[in-house]
């Protein structure tokens, strides 16, 4: 956050370029920091997308759309910190769509495969 | 030869370890702006009073052609001096000679200076500029890193370790920083990260430069691993000189006291500080510079969670540590960064013998999903514990507002604090009026005629017996009401009397804090 400059006296502070910030329904004028202001809105995960935890390759598919899956089931694997990572099943389910194909390079906002 | 002769021929050694890596690599240090490791410590110590050892130490590397390299100190410049006649040790990582890079005996020189710290009970102070593990010798580096962490955390606690980032600190070595109780960093000098850029574009896809990684502004602001930040690498020394001033020398004394000083009463005035509308904010430091001695205040972490501000200051002299609520930022509340500042520094202050001052004025903490999920609990519940466990004299003067778990947190009677002070404008209740009114009133106000009126009747009810310092002063959780422009006063005496206190702890080896 920038240096906040010092204010001695309350009546110097320019408390037009404050926010509100509301605390157990008292609103008090202040300054909010960047890092506040900035964060993204709640999203729920829904566990039926299935991401990569880690950015890395597509090795191997398992699954195509309207496959049966059972919970465990192995889905992907994929290449990662030197390592064959996999990815298995939450739940038991039918696959909704497979959004990747084998060797694509994946990041963590990408999904690669919904359930049903 | 004569005594002459071998005197010369010492000098002519010398001179050729003197250089470094030479006048080219000095001019390429230089020209990014930075000072070369003898430099950096002549600037620091006060003049004339750096003795080094281990000019002579050479490396030990035997792969990849290393025997036939000769480095001149293996990279590091280790001894000892004085600070405003403090005596410390101190070590300089040399850019210079094979990019400053961490063998064995670069190490050695390292873990000796360290030991010598040890024993001689001072503070050490490792100026960091390294490349990282010279991965010419192997594992040898990685044991090299190995030995200075484990000193880093024996120390700790025991004599004041100072870590100054004045290049690159990447890897592994980053962690002797983290170890250690203070962080220097330089704008645009400093890097810390534990994967640079290089590997995080080849791991993961992402591109982002070593400044906006891991850059001096980053670690001040964002990541709170640097505790100072300063513009220059002169001006990182005055920090330096400055907060070795406020500390003593090892765990076993206290702080160097000095001539009692006045506040500069015309440039900060308690009572002009307050506004009058308790939903607006005040900068805390004006009130801390109003009761300190000389108005001199050192603020710690000062960019990072600036809603709470911790720093040394004096009261008569005697150093003390100040944990405040900062209204100006975030209304003052608690949050996970704010804990974590507030706690390891109250933990410094307990290992080091200095007296705490705490400033209450905070509404709560702060709500909100990010801030449960990202562990408020556990981050929050770390400041109770620094506070409980710390047995250094605690004093809390609590200014404005403190409401439920913040009242407590905030070094309240029941964590032990020895005096407890609340000015005439303290509300104390286990929530603000709004709150309390909605839930304690709640079946009124749905009977009545006009709700909204009945809820405005009810705040304004509650306001007045519970918005103040005389509740909590009838059950003696207050000390003292004091008026404000007395507050020096009362702090000075205070701290006068807790000069010998002693307070007994159950014998464990040591707790669990919610790490």
Redesign the interface.
Known sequence: ????E??????E?D?SK?QD?N???????????K??QE?KP?KAIDPREIYVF??GTILKIFVKKKDKVKKGEKLITFQ??KMDNVLLAPMDGVIENVFVKEGE?V?KSQILIKIK | MSVKQKTIDLRKRMQEALQGGGSKAIEKQKATGKLTARERIVTLLDPNSFFEYDLFVEHSGKDFDMDKKYLPGDGVLTGTGTINGHPICIYAQDFTVAGGSLGYMHAKKITKIMDHAMKLKVPIIGINDSGGARIQEGVNSLAGYGEIFYRNTLASGVIPQISVILGPCAGGAVYSPALTDFVFVVDKISKMFITGPEVIKTVLGEEISMEELGGARVQAELTGNAHFFALSEDECFDQIKKLVSFIPWNNTKKAEAFPKKSPKTKSYKIDSVFPTNPQLPYDVRSIIKAISDDSDFLEIHERWAANIVVGFARLNGQSVGFVANQPLVLAGVLDVDSSDKAARFIRYCNAFNIPLVTLVDLPGYLPGIDQEHAGVIRHGAKILYAYSEATVPKITVILRKAYGGGYIAMCSNHLRADFVFAWPTAEIAVMGPEGAANIIFRSEILAAENPEEMRKKKIAEYKKKFANPYVAAAYGYVDAVIDPSETRHFLIHALDISKDKQEARPYKKHGIPPF
């Not at chain 1, 956050?1 to 906040?4: A, C, H, K, T, W």
């Not at chain 1, 605390?23 to 920091?33: G, W």
């Open positions: 956050m920038e240096e906040i010092e204010k001695t006296n309350s009546e502070i408390y404050f910030i605390i157990d329904n008292i609103l008090y004028s202040t300054i909010i920091p890092k506040n964060r709640y880690i950015p990662a910190m390079n990041n």
